[in-house]
């Protein structure tokens, strides 16, 4: 035997023994009394019982995209958390997991959180809609709500802001504060969503300007502060001088700032972060939703289903609208706002042409929820094309 | 016009991150030492810069701070490699991999924290000139010490004693011992000064570039330095032009996707990775000019007394 | 003062040791870290050592992470051993997941099992493919290994994204960056109904042993480590450097490319964006720790899975941080490298400064 192949045999050796002794201070540790607060059941066993006894909470678990301090996304997601515990206090009892990639490693973090007793799950991002389906069918007395995602089960349904009445309401005030015409978007990722909000986000300021132009720039990312910084500039550097984001830092907004241009915060209010630069922040507001999740699943009346939410029901607003917004812009936003909440204004009105000069929307056709739902063009306005498109 | 200038005064911006760190990788290789962990390092200094920008509103404390960290780890590192000799390639990656979990870590508390606005850098006339005027007179001071640096670097390198003797050390540390250099010691200083501008740098970062603090914000531009250094074959100057090419590249792509150009972003995004690739062949390709520029003992563990 | 005196020859026992004594001083970091946390240091630890362990499904999901990483550090212990420092393996990775895809692509509901078969090669030809690249520009132009199979990682992962926004997409995804998933035929068969673990784990530990008997036992595998520990000798013996790099390329070109094969036909079963883990670095990682060896690799494999998985149970568990992970991990491989000089070295007391140490004899493997 080599001296090489001596040592690894030895050194096989050495790991199978710490192997073993970890396995047996495995089998003592079982013994040892656990904190009451985080039970671990034995992992195989998965099926958790429904939460029907009125003294058990019923668990619930979150999955979070990024970190809990991203200003943004997360930081939106986690504040609905937060209200649901203070909402429904020792009825429930909440955990929290950040940073879970879009990966083959996302199942294992819900079927952890299954194995851990939790039986209403919330995925708070598009790419856990495969890892959630999978889980869900091995797992049929634990609900799982997706959020932004399209694919529903039994057990699992899926739920969603309209975000891109947020993005009219700031489309309308950049409309009226533009002074070169030319407004901008730093996307992330080119779903329809953000090409919806893109869209949004010109109408909103062509109704207050019909002469705008919108110049987007795609940073591939949901979270790249150094990019999206990038971004930023190239858009002010092109003559932007109000730019909205779909980017989940607050990168934007501090590049408008350093600038002396304007730019609107969103997710999350982010007026501390840019106070010059700051028009508005258009939020993302979970918490009404997940308290009602939460309490049809206390009642036991929860269903499948697709629920999407908008100003009317509370989850999207427009806040902190700064004092820069002369009165009747921010009268303008208001009845919109108004409008929005009873159901007496529709965004999307035709006509609407996309900015190939395709007629999209007809005279006085209100796009309905599928229509919404996979908008693939740029409406004209907007300067170049959808990324993918042929 | 206007926007042509201020295509250039993003790139120096850009530029300077890659710079600062690229130089001060280039003193580390000079001494013959590869220091892998440049991200890990930049990152730790990001946060450290950060935390002092909030604690004490100082943008300048900030860049000390990160210099600090970049040399406390590059020292860790440098008694690793330099002493007890550990292969100089694994314990770099080992210090880029503690030091993004160890940044992220220790930056928890700092992801809500943002700095107050910055004022207005401006060089008093020059900074009026059309088009120069806003394309190079309107950035940071620190854009300009970069060049100044640089300047300096060069002369300290090839004009001075003490580098060298720095340059010996690189070409043959076993000819400078027996000359009675400490070579350890000098790799030490020289590893130490090259972590605390990759320190600069990464306070650069979190402190101007992009004031705030996220995980990871590095983004992979400790490991574009690297790649900067054996682009530029070694010299400052040319770290300082390969660094405002790849800051160029990249804010050019936005722009033109900013005017809508109909090549897909993908595309348009691997334009600065795809351009390094090319110089690196080009300059490689002659390999008479790489022996002649490459200090001989880089990656190679020293041991005095052979 | 203390002082590190040369072994006149390495030391058996400390070899063996080393391992142990990293691992143990990254317990005591962890622990440290827990208490300064405010959470009970031994639930912490228990969290990375113990749970990942406990049940079926928690050792699957073990050998689940573990797979990619034995592959890709296999196929880089090869290269580090010839000198050819391949940092861009994700890259491979990445490509041999889109060749994959690919081929799984276009599978129909009546596709034989079989065509796993096809979509295996077809991952592992085309990591092999993406560092051929490396290869011929090191062989032709000279140009650094490292730096380009660096940038190709950054290329690499927008050939995906332009694939996955642009031609391959879901067309009935709603415009989301996704391929559909792939038809029940192309799955990677699993090795027990209901848990996760699949082929790929017995493909990776056929590969420990074909690795083996590749670096120790065939003459191939011998002349490229000489090729990498003493080039000029190398070429006093006539084994060709060219061939080596070439060859040290492929292999670990192709591994990666595999790995990514049996990620994305397994666990994943589509093409996303997201198929880019960190993988490819992690298996450096990997690669090192098991001393580039084997059986080492194996070993360093599930104990790096074991980070990973601990760190996210730790998070969901105890509410830790996710940067634990990289922490251990970092702490573990500083500890590995610095406890590894004990053998080739001793920790003396000298009263006084001596004059040279003497030059200590260099270990046959790294």
């Keep these: ?390 | 016009m206007d926007t042509y200038a201020l295509l250039l005064a993003a790139t120096l911006n850009a530029g300077t991150v890659l710079a600062i760190a690229g130089l001060g990788l280039l003193i580390n290789e000079r001494s013959g030492i590869v220091n892998l962990g440049a991200e890990g390092m930049m990152l730790v200094a990001a946060i450290a810069g950060f935390a002092t920008a909030v604690q004490t509103g100082s943008d300048w404390l900030a860049f000390g701070a990160g210099a600090l960290a970049g040399a406390v780890m590059a020292g860790a590192f440098g008694v690793l490699v330099i002493w007890l000799n550990t292969n100089q390639y694994a314990t770099g990656l080992a210090l880029s991999l503690f030091g993004s979990g160890f940044s992220a870590f220790v930056g928890i508390k700092y992801t809500q924290e943002h700095l107050a606005a910055r004022p207005h850098f401006a060089v008093p006339v020059l900074g009026d000139i059309p088009f120069i005027g806003p394309a190079l007179f309107r950035q940071h001071p620190m854009v300009y010490l970069t060049v100044l640096f640089m300047v300096g670097l060069t002369w300290f390198l090839y004009r001075s004693r003490a580098g060298l003797v720095l340059r010996a050390v690189g070409e043959s540390p076993e000819s400078a011992h027996a000359l009675g250099y400490p070579v350890r010691r000098i790799r030490l200083v020289a590893v130490m000064v090259g972590g605390a501008l990759c320190g600069v740098a990464g306070a650069y970062i979190s402190v101007v570039y992009t004031p705030l603090w996220v995980e990871g914000m590095v983004a992979g531009k400790g490991w574009i330095a690297l790649a900067l250094t054996t682009f530029a074959t070694w010299r400052p100057s040319r770290v300082l032009l390969g660094a405002y090419l790849f800051g160029g590249v990249t804010m050019l792509q936005f722009h033109l996707q900013g005017e809508g150009v109909a090549i897909s972003s993908q595309l348009l995004t691997m334009l600065p990775y795809l351009a390094t690739i090319a110089v690196l062949v080009l300059i490689s390709r002659n390999p008479v000019w790489i022996r002649t520029n490459m200090p001989a003992s880089l990656g190679k563990p020293f041991f005095p007394g052979s | ?366």
């Design chain 1, 1 to 390: 035997m080599t001296t090489s192949t001596r040592r690894s045999v030895l050194r096989t050796t050495a790991w199978s023994s710490l192997a073993v002794a970890a396995a047996l201070a495995g089998c003592s540790k079982k013994e040892e009394a656990a904190p009451a607060a985080a039970s671990e059941p034995a992992a195989a066993s998965a099926a958790a019982a429904p939460a029907s006894s009125a003294s058990a909470p019923l668990k619930i678990a979150f999955a979070y995209l990024g970190p809990v301090g991203d200003g943004g996304w997360t930081f939106a997601h986690d504040n609905g958390r937060k209200a649901l515990e203070k909402e429904l206090g020792s009825q429930i009892q909440t955990t929290f997991v950040e940073s879970v990639p879009e990966s083959a490693d996302a199942e294992r973090v819900f079927r952890d959180m299954v194995a851990q007793g939790n039986t209403l799950i919330f995925g708070t991002s598009f790419g856990y809609m495969e890892p959630m389906l999978k889980v869900a069918a091995d797992n049929k007395a634990v609900h799982f709500e997706h959020a932004t995602g399209y694919k529903t089960a039994d057990n699992m349904r899926v739920y969603d802001n309209r975000t891109y009445e947020g993005a009219y309401m700031a489309g309308v005030i950049a409309g009226g504060m533009t002074k070169t015409n030319t407004i901008g978007v730093v996307g992330s990722i080119p779903i329809p969503e953000v090409i919806r909000n893109i869209d949004s986000y010109t109408l909103g300021a062509q109704s207050v300007n019909p002469k705008i132009k919108v110049k987007v720039v795609w940073v591939n990312e949901w979270f790249n502060p150094p990019k999206e910084t990038e971004g930023a500039q190239s858009l002010i550097d092109g003559g932007a001088d109000v730019l909205l984001q779909n980017t989940d830092s607050s990168a934007v907004l501090q590049t408008a700032e350093k600038n002396g241009k304007y730019a609107f915060g969103w997710d999350s209010d982010m007026t501390a972060y840019g106070p010059k630069a700051h028009l508005a922040s258009s939020v993302n507001i979970w918490g009404p939703y997940y308290i009602k999740a939460a309490k049809d699943a206390l009642a036991g009346t929860w269903t499948t289903g697709h629920t999407w939410w908008g100003v009317k029901e509370g989850a999207i607003d427009l806040v902190s609208i700064s004092d820069k917004v002369p009165a009747d812009l921010k009268a303008k936003v208001d009845k919109v706002k108004a409008g929005l909440k009873d159901g007496s204004f529709a965004i999307w009105k035709g006509p609407i042409k996309s900015n190939d000069g395709k007629e999209q929307l007809k005279d006085g056709v209100t796009a309905d929820d599928a229509f919404l739902g996979g908008i693939k063009f740029f409406v004209k306005g907007v300067e170049g094309q959808v990324p993918g498109n042929k």
């Design chain 3, 1 to 366: 003062m203390l002082q590190l005196e040369a072994r006149p020859a390495p030391s058996r026992a400390m070899s063996l040791a080393s391992p142990l004594i990293a691992l143990l001083v990254t317990v005591l970091a962890g622990a440290a870290l827990f208490a300064l946390l405010g959470k009970d240091p031994s639930r912490g630890l228990a969290m990375f050592f113990v749970e990942p362990f406990r049940g079926a499904n928690a050792v699957s999901e073990l050998c689940v992470k573990a797979t990619p990483l034995m592959l890709i550090g296999l196929g880089l212990a090869v290269c580090y051993r010839a000198n050819v420092w391949n940092i861009g393996a994700e890259g491979q990775f990445v490509v041999g997941a889109i060749a994959a895809s690919g081929v799984a692509m276009h599978a129909s509901a009546d596709s034989s099992h079989w065509i796993v078969v096809p979509i295996l090669v077809a991952g592992t030809l085309g990591g092999m493919a993406w560092a051929a690249i490396v290869a011929f520009l090191r062989d032709r132009a000279n140009a650094s290994e490292i730096l380009v199979s660096l940038m190709l990682v950054y290329v690499a992962n927008q050939l995906l994204n332009y694939l996955v926004y642009g031609d391959w997409k879901d067309p009935n995804g709603y415009g989301f960056p996704q391929t559909i998933t792939f038809l029940d035929a192309t799955k990677i068969p699993r090795l027990f109904s209901g848990l996760r673990v699949n082929i790929g784990f017995v493909a990776a530990l056929l590969s420990v042993a074909t690795f083996w008997l590749f670096l120790f036992r065939v003459y191939g595998g011998f002349q490229m480590q000489v090729g990498g520990l003493a080039a000029a000798a190398a070429r006093y013996a006539g084994f060709s450097s060219r061939r080596a790099l070439w060859v040290a390329l492929m292999i670990s070109g192709g591994m990666a490319g595999l790995a990514g094969a049996f990620e994305v036909a397994g666990p994943i079963g589509q093409l996303t964006p997201y198929v880019p883990a960190g993988y490819g670095f992690a298996a450096i990682i990997v690669a090192y720790v098991g001393r580039l060896n084997p059986v080492g690799i194996l070993f360093s494999a599930l104990l790096m899975s074991l980070f990973y998985i601990g760190g996210e149970l730790a998070q969901s568990r105890l509410g830790l941080p996710k940067s634990l992970t990289g922490v251990f991990q970092g702490v573990l491989l500083f500890s590995l490298l610095a406890s590894d000089t004990l053998i080739n070295y001793r920790v003396r007391w000298h009263a006084a400064h001596p004059a040279h140490p003497p030059h200590p004899a260099k270990s046959p493997a790294a």
